[in-house]
């Protein structure tokens, strides 16, 4: 059963920072690049975050570069998302998606994704 579970969101003040984790399960990982994507209420997918398969390649949307970084541990199957200096505008639920290597350019192309977690819920407030 393929699975992909995310963890780590809650409410935090700005400025605090999150790490996120994406669980996979049932595929094979270390074939498959991962992206994080967040909807924030009222407002559309966006593409926050991606790593290559084997985390040669990273790559942020500008809205968060500098402050989160994306990493991943093959041997546990889990990439993790680590958000500093967490702004209002970062409030969304946070979901994990998996695509298999060698797809199509840009990574944040949604339909490519064949795997998604149902997400983890991070608000942003003082």
């Known amino acids: 059963q393929v699975q992909l579970v995310e963890s780590g969101g809650g409410l935090v003040q700005p400025g605090d920072s999150l790490r996120l984790s994406c669980a996979a399960s049932g595929f094979a990982f270390d074939n498959h690049a991962i992206g994080w994507f967040r909807q924030a209420p009222g407002k559309g997918r966006e593409g926050v975050s991606y790593?290559?398969?084997?985390?040669?390649?990273?790559y942020y949307a500008d809205s968060v570069k500098g402050r989160f970084t994306i990493s991943r541990d093959n041997a546990k199957n889990t990439v993790y998302l680590q958000m500093n200096s967490l702004k209002p505008e970062d409030t969304a639920v946070y979901s994990c998606a998996s695509r298999p290597k060698g797809s199509a350019w840009p990574w944040t192309r949604m339909e490519d994704y064949v795997y998604w977690g149902q997400g983890t819920q991070v608000t942003v407030s003082s």
């Open positions: 790593i290559t398969n084997r985390g040669g390649s990273t």
